[in-house]
């Protein structure tokens, strides 16, 4: 049975609880095991998620977030290195690392995606972690 890893960023943490939930229902509607480590910010989520991959605990890494865009350029710089990171994990371990940060401009436009009315993006996203993981068992399958 898979084994997941959910990371999720305490910064804008009334929207990345719900993205949480998104994501812990869909693991457990299927029965499927799941671990939550809370980070400090979307920053942090890319060495949490290769630290967590390389204990090889977990087929797949969920990592979730919220970053909205301020007044300053500070939004692009972390949704820019979270994102890149993220991928970095992935690539560098081979363990699916999946990015469900919201990069919003407004703390509307993330609700709205944290279980609002364009669904939840936790859930989304740990949906993603089991199709990444079934694929990429199949692909190891076929090639002996």
């Keep these: 049975m898979a084994r997941f890893g959910i990371l999720a960023a305490r910064f804008n943490g009334t929207v990345v609880a ?7 229902s869909f693991f457990d509607k299927r029965g499927l095991e ?8 979307a920053f942090e989520l890319p060495l949490a998620a290769k630290t967590l991959a390389r204990t090889g605990r977990y087929d797949a890494i969920v990592c ?12 692009q ?17 081979g363990i699916p690392v999946l990015f469900g ?6 703390l509307k436009q993330a609700s709205d995606r944290a279980g609002g009315r364009h669904g939840n993006k936790g859930w989304d996203t740990a949906s993603a972690a ?3 993981v ?4 199949g692909i190891r ?4």
């Design 130 to 132: 089991v199709e990444a």
């Design 18 to 24: 719900r993205l949480v939930e998104g994501a812990e």
């Design 64 to 75: 979730l977030g919220a970053v909205i865009r301020g007044e300053t350029s500070h939004f």
């Design 141 to 144: 399958d076929e090639s002996g």
């Design 134 to 137: 079934e694929a990429l068992r």
């Design 77 to 93: 710089y972390v949704a820019e290195q979270a994102a890149r990171g993220v991928m970095q994990a992935g690539l560098e371990t």
């Design 34 to 41: 799941r671990d939550l480590v809370w980070v400090p910010g």
């Design 101 to 106: 940060v919201l990069t919003t401009d407004t």
